[in-house]
């Protein structure tokens, strides 16, 4: 069913139960997994407050982000590619799943303000977008479920 699937990853407590969906999805299919987080341009200058943040802090913020993903997903019994992609995050998911030939790709789903309705959402962006299948990640996974999808130990050879 699913060989491919690409996990959007930002760190957040939402990415956190994408990915662990995701992975559960990804281990009983048997599938090879993606993780990419993105660097959203959106996020780094914000006029509002008059602030701009340097990308080399954000770009070092979501490495750590990734890293993190990483070591979630080897934990569990995943070699996962993981990839760092500055720009749209609707727009690098959908160019990435393009890419790699996705079967489907999870993320998040976080609540938006007011102003979502008019700006559309990064799933639904996707599902207009993209030929693969898209699950926006809600289910809560506990720790100790999420533990249980680390493979059984291989027992010695001797």
């Not at 990483?70 to 993981?82: C, D, M, N, Q």
């Not at 500055?86 to 102003?115: N, S, T």
């Not at 309705?117 to 100790?144: A, M, N, P």
């Amino acid at each position: 069913m699913y060989k491919k699937v690409l996990l959007a990853y930002d760190g957040s407590v939402e990415g956190r139960r994408a990915l662990r969906e995701g992975a559960k999805l990804a281990q009983l299919c048997h599938a090879e997994v993606f993780l990419l987080a993105v660097v959203e341009v959106s996020s780094i200058m914000t006029p509002e407050a008059g602030l701009t943040i340097p990308i080399e802090l954000q770009t070092e913020d979501y490495n750590t982000i990734l890293n993190e993903g990483i070591e979630r997903l080897k934990a569990v019994g995943f070699s996962p590619t993981a990839r760092l992609e500055v720009g749209d995050a609707g727009q690098k998911i959908a160019e990435v799943a393009e890419e790699i030939g996705a079967h489907l790709v999870v993320v998040g789903h976080r609540p938006q303000g007011p102003l979502a309705r008019w700006f559309g959402s990064i799933g639904s962006y996707l599902v207009k977008r993209l030929r693969c299948s898209v699950l926006v990640g809600q289910t809560e996974i506990s720790d100790d479920e999420f533990d249980q999808l680390k493979p059984p130990a291989k027992a010695a050879s001797g």
